[in-house]
């Protein structure tokens, strides 16, 4: 078992406060803190303690992937991110794994320098995730139903969509959207501007959520046409621990709030709006995937130990929280697989009892458990969230 230390990404959405108080850090520059990556990916790498040493956690792996990952892997499938947003993400999706090979050689052959601001595909890996929230949280995820789209937007009685719309109106169905929301991605710089004036204004004095957030984004984005977002995609309010899954080719975007987030040990990204950054809008259309998208919450699943699972179709992670109570001791199921702990509350010690083992962990500290520790106990008191 080895303790963790983990990179920090400052991007400029992130929160100045609520990563630096889970890892009971001062924050006197008042920089923003928007994740902290728990993991191998070669972007930001994780650390540990061996012998007094600091290693890469992706050197350790190398040393023996078939005890520290378990057998027939060779790299850490899943990475682990506290977020913590203050400003709007940028709307975004990810591939699919056979469309993120095909692009990662597409672009690897076109000899596109891996760091570039304009290439979309930074590995070979799909990225589906989970974000449980930690704090009251609102997320965009897949887009309303076609006739919501259509009622949105007729609402705004524009000349510029007006002959789109009309057609929209008489397919409304994945086909149809596809046409409309790709017309109004590819709108010139006037129209665009012409369209979105025209909604603000007319909605400037109504309380439905989906005109507010338009609001918010044009304060923060001006006329980038990502503001629109909200009458396209569903707009998703959750509480503390309360999860929503994204699939490959679903469009979304983290509005506000602090959480967990998990997924396969990618960072693949295409954007479609609300960013500075690159967007190839021919790539992203094709890779999205415009049926009316599910709003329903993650389950969750008590275990018999205690543990509380999130239940996700992916077969790269999985996500669960353990409530450690005072003098309660908990026992880890078998697992023969790589786990990191994070514990969010309190200070507890975990236990290899085969190996007479042991490690404390405190709040904002995280310990990475190898494949071979099949078993592990926990004692003391704390919040722990666990990524396997």
């Known amino acids: 078992m080895y303790k963790l230390v983990n990179p920090v990404q400052h991007y400029s959405w992130g929160s100045t406060s609520s990563i630096p108080e889970i890892l009971g850090v001062d924050n006197f520059e008042k920089k923003p803190f928007a994740e902290l990556w ?26 023996n992937p078939n005890t520290v990952l378990g057998e027939n892997r060779k790299t850490l499938p899943f990475l682990l991110k506290i977020l913590a947003a203050t400003k709007p993400l940028s709307i975004q999706l990810h591939p699919n794994k056979d469309e993120a090979i095909k692009g990662f050689n597409r672009e690897n052959k076109q000899k596109i320098p891996i760091d570039a601001p304009f290439r979309n595909y930074k590995d070979n890996n799909h990225k589906p995730e989970i974000l449980c929230a930690l704090s009251k949280f609102t997320a965009l995820k897949g887009f309303r139903s076609p006739k919501d789209i259509y009622d949105n937007f007729s609402q705004i009685e524009s000349d510029v969509i007006r002959g789109q719309l009309n057609n929209f109106k008489s397919e409304l169905n994945p086909s149809g959207l596809e046409s409309f929301f790709s017309y109004i991605l590819k709108l010139s710089e006037d129209k665009k501007n012409s369209l979105i004036r025209l909604a603000e204004s007319n909605f400037i004095n109504s309380n439905k959520l989906h005109h507010q957030w338009l609001y918010r984004l044009i304060r923060e984005y001006a006329y980038d046409i990502g503001v629109l977002a909200p009458f396209f995609l569903n707009i998703i309010l959750l509480e503390p621990n309360e999860a929503i899954f994204i699939k490959s080719g679903e469009l979304h975007a983290y509005l506000n709030g602090t959480g967990i987030e998990l997924m396969a040990n ?48 992916s077969n790269d992670f999985e996500l669960s929280t353990i409530d450690l109570k005072k003098g309660i001791i908990f026992q880890s199921q078998y697992e023969n697989k790589a786990k990191i702990l994070l514990c969010l509350k309190g200070n507890i010690k975990i236990t290899d009892k085969a190996r007479k083992i042991n490690l404390d962990c405190s709040q904002g500290e995280s310990i990475f458990i190898p494949a071979n520790i099949s078993n592990f106990v926990l004692e003391g008191e704390g919040a722990i969230f666990k990524a396997c």
Do not use: W
């Not at 303690?49 to 956690?57: A, F, G, Q, R």
């Not at 967007?279 to 919450?297: G, H, M, P, V, Y």
């Open 266 to 313: 990618s960072d693949n990204v295409l954007r479609g709006g609300l960013t500075q950054k690159h967007i190839d809008k021919d790539e992203l259309l094709s890779l999205t995937n415009f049926s009316q998208a599910s709003t329903k919450l993650v389950k969750i699943k008590k275990m018999s130990n205690g543990e509380h699972t999130y239940i996700t179709n």
């Open 38 to 63: 728990m993991g191998a990916h070669s972007s930001a790498v994780s650390k540990v303690y061996i012998n007094d040493k600091i290693i890469p956690l992706n050197e350790l792996i190398a040393q």
